[in-house]
């Protein structure tokens, strides 16, 4: 300062530089307190359970809690407790990893004034497992989950959200589940050990219900899943049950899983338990529709060209393409072999053959055909003469 005041009476070059350089160092309010740089907890905990296992998803804090971005993550501590509430994490059942660092905008992005769009928070995932004496028969037993991410120095501002888990026990899937092909579809089948006898009590007007039942899944080639149907849980002894909604000529697996159903008065919560090993099943089709029943024969002629009309009963298979006529004629006691004579599938269940010829006796057969060309045994044969 004495250098600046005597530069008033003889200024030098030197002088005004530090003068100036002085003068650009004066602030113009209070200094601001450093960032403590504390993640803001996270509000959208969601928590879903298979078996014995709990898969917990969270958002990665973008802000601080003073609303600065946030530039270092620590590890995540996941917290649990028999208890409806949690206020402080306590001894952690898990720790999360940080996420990884995300690179800053280069240094000649950040020189050309360029803005880089704010990345959306990235998805964190945890899977926790229950241990056994955390389980109970009790349908309105709840476990309560929340977690709390620290910063680089392992200081957290508090917990998360909170979510709430069943805690009910989950029975076990079926051990001897198989399948068979058929023409009406995938027949499974499975031995049930019935219900527990510790489920057996009624549940109270103040206690939610409790229902068991077996969900069957059919996972196609592309690995998607489709519920193909569910059979209640009751006593034990073996069960079947038919899915008849796959498509034919494509490869599938099944698997069976107990699933238990928690009803209150203003929700349903459903928790399933473990799958069965899969069971792999390729849907080709050789079976052939159902045979032709109720075929008839009757002339019809007089005074024109003579022919026989065929009716027969329809075949009901959904698959159903149509049908072949099989005609052989009889010569004195011996019938001729049934030869096709449609060059087309009959598509209803009527024909009329007008290549007869007077004074002779025809013996006729229908099969049925499916889409996939598999065709029936033919139905029983009728005659009819031709004056």
């Given at each position: 300062m004495k250098a600046c005041l005597g530069s008033l009476v003889a200024p030098t070059a030197a002088t005004a530089a530090l003068c100036i350089f002085l003068a650009s160092c004066a602030q113009t309010g209070p200094p601001l307190p450093p960032s403590l740089e504390l993640p803001k907890p996270p509000g959208d905990l969601h928590a879903s359970r298979k078996g014995n296992h709990v898969t917990l998803s969270w958002s990665e804090p973008a802000q601080t809690t003073d609303r600065q971005s946030v530039r270092y993550l620590g590890p995540t501590l996941i917290c649990r407790s028999p208890e409806t509430e949690i206020t402080t994490c306590g001894n952690p059942v898990g720790t999360a990893p940080p996420p990884p660092v995300v690179p800053q905008k280069s240094a000649s992005r950040r020189a050309t004034g360029q803005r880089s769009a704010s990345p959306r928070p990235a998805p964190q995932i945890f899977t926790d497992t229950l241990p056994a004496t955390m389980l109970k028969p009790d349908p309105g037993a709840e476990v309560t989950y929340a977690v709390e991410v620290l910063n680089r120095y392992a200081r957290g501002a508090g917990l998360s959200d909170r979510v709430h888990v069943p805690a009910i026990i989950t029975l076990p899937p079926p051990s001897d589940l198989s399948a068979e092909l058929t023409g009406d579809g995938v027949i499974l089948s499975w031995t049930s050990a019935g219900e527990p006898a510790v489920f057996s009590s009624q549940p109270t007007s103040n206690s939610p219900g409790l229902q068991f039942r077996y969900r069957i899944y059919r996972r196609d080639e592309s690995g998607k899943d489709a519920i193909a149907g569910e059979v209640p849980v009751s006593g034990s002894g073996p069960i079947h049950f038919a899915d008849a909604g796959f498509e034919w000529e494509k490869a599938y697996s099944y698997r069976v899983t107990v699933v238990g159903i928690i009803q209150r008065p203003d929700n349903e919560t459903q928790v399933e338990g473990d799958d069965s090993p899969p069971i792999p099943v390729v849907a080709h089709d050789i079976f052939p529709p159902d045979v032709?029943?109720?075929?008839?024969?009757?002339?019809?002629?007089?005074?024109?060209?003579?022919?026989?009309?065929?009716?027969?009963?329809?075949?009901?298979?959904?698959?159903?393409?149509?049908?072949?006529?099989?005609?052989?004629?009889?010569?004195?006691?011996?019938?001729?072999?049934?030869?096709?004579?449609?060059?087309?599938?009959?598509?209803?269940?009527?024909?009329?053959?007008?290549?007869?010829?007077?004074?002779?006796?025809?013996?006729?057969?229908?099969?049925?055909?499916?889409?996939?060309?598999?065709?029936?045994?033919?139905?029983?044969?009728?005659?009819?003469?031709?004056?």
């Open positions: 032709p029943i109720g075929l008839q024969a009757a002339y019809s002629g007089e005074g024109q060209k003579p022919f026989i009309d065929l009716i027969w009963a329809p075949v009901t298979n959904a698959d159903l393409a149509g049908y072949n006529i099989y005609r052989g004629e009889t010569n004195g006691a011996v019938v001729g072999k049934l030869i096709k004579i449609n060059s087309d599938l009959v598509k209803s269940p009527a024909y009329r053959d007008s290549e007869v010829k007077s004074g002779k006796m025809y013996t006729y057969s229908v099969s049925a055909v499916d889409v996939r060309g598999n065709e029936s045994a033919r139905s029983e044969e009728t005659s009819e003469p031709v004056p």
